[in-house]
């Protein structure tokens, strides 16, 4: 039976607090449980004050088999970071802007960029598969989508993990590849219907939206829009074309993070958990704080909404 623990972003007290509460014990550094098994849904650095802790804690369980883990897109960005693009020498695969350095800086300073331990790093992130589809369950970052599953079957190994020489394609923008691993770590994005338009947070045009791709009901552009709530009021409320949306059988349960979600956690659908409760997070309502959330399966396939486990994150 396995406990499938959230986004950590480098908040390993709290991730600590929550095996303990799950009643894993640590035993020379490794932590495990008699009977179960952690899985992790990816984006273990980036953003917060324990990020080598604890990629040191969820490795050590995947190697010695206490645990399972996924690849989440801080994962996926920092090998690309840190790779050169063999097509452009002495460029690397993620372009070291301003934006991008300033997202993944955090990481650079607590691992030391270049150094032994940041090359063992990178050397795991690459061991992470895609997903997981096990007997029972499924498990992926951001999103289940049957055709980018199939798009990127020709860039994997047996054990869903990147291949080495298929690096470079995945992360050159406007490839079918690219689609589809954005898709699966980041969630699924569509365009707006012609001669529509918002702004994101720093005020650049976009004529894509990221989408609640588990909704059902209800979908039109706006339901389902993940944007600024000062733009919801800029994205039509024209159904979205059924053959857009991967939808969700529901013949197993699917764990996903990604999402920074808040409020008390529970099932988006009978099927489909986020796990994401934003343990990184800044800007809450009142009397709202940040939480690391598990769900504890016990082989169910409709998903219970006392399953769900956390810790909070107090400063």
């Known amino acids: 039976m396995y406990d499938l623990i959230g986004d950590i972003h480098g908040y390993a007290t709290p991730l600590k607090q929550l095996l303990e509460t799950l009643g894993y014990q640590e035993s020379q550094g490794l932590w495990s449980h008699p009977e179960r098994q952690v899985i ?31 690849m989440g897109n801080h994962e996926f960005n920092a090998v690309a970071w840190a790779s050169e693009d063999p097509k452009r020498p002495g460029e690397p695969l993620r372009a070291h802007t301003d934006k991008n350095r300033h997202q993944h800086q955090a990481y650079l300073d607590q691992v030391g960029e270049g150094s032994a331990l940041h090359r063992e790093h990178i050397a795991w ?13 499924r498990v992926v970052h951001a999103c289940w989508d049957p055709k980018s599953l199939e798009s990127l079957d020709e860039h994997l190994d047996d054990q869903q993990c990147i291949l080495p020489d298929a690096w470079p394609e995945l992360t050159r923008k406007d490839t079918p590849a690219y689609e589809a691993l954005e898709t699966l770590i980041k969630g699924l994005e569509i365009s707006l219907p012609a001669g529509n338009e918002f702004l994101d947070k720093d005020g650049n045009p976009q004529h894509n939206i990221r989408t609640r791709w588990w909704e059902l009901e209800g979908i039109t552009y706006r339901d389902l829009a993940m944007v600024p709530a000062e733009a919801i009021h800029l994205i039509p409320h024209d159904p979205i074309p059924e053959d857009l949306m991967p939808g969700y059988l529901g013949d197993k349960p ?8 808040s409020g008390t956690p529970e099932p988006l659908t009978p099927h489909i958990a986020c796990l994401d409760y934003s343990i990184a997070g800044r800007d809450f309502e009142p009397g709202e704080t940040p939480k690391l959330c598990a769900y504890r399966w016990d082989g169910e396939r409709e998903l219970d909404v006392e399953k769900f486990m956390w810790v909070e994150r107090h400063e």
Do not use: C, N, S
């Open 254 to 261: 699917l764990f996903v993070g990604h999402y920074w979600r």
């Open 125 to 137: 992130f690459k061991t992470l598969p895609l997903y997981l589809d096990l007997d029972g369950l």
């Open 40 to 70: 992790f849904l990816g984006d273990f650095v980036d953003r917060g004050p324990e990020q080598t802790e604890t990629v040191r804690i969820a490795r050590a369980m995947v190697e010695a088999g206490t645990a399972l883990a996924v």
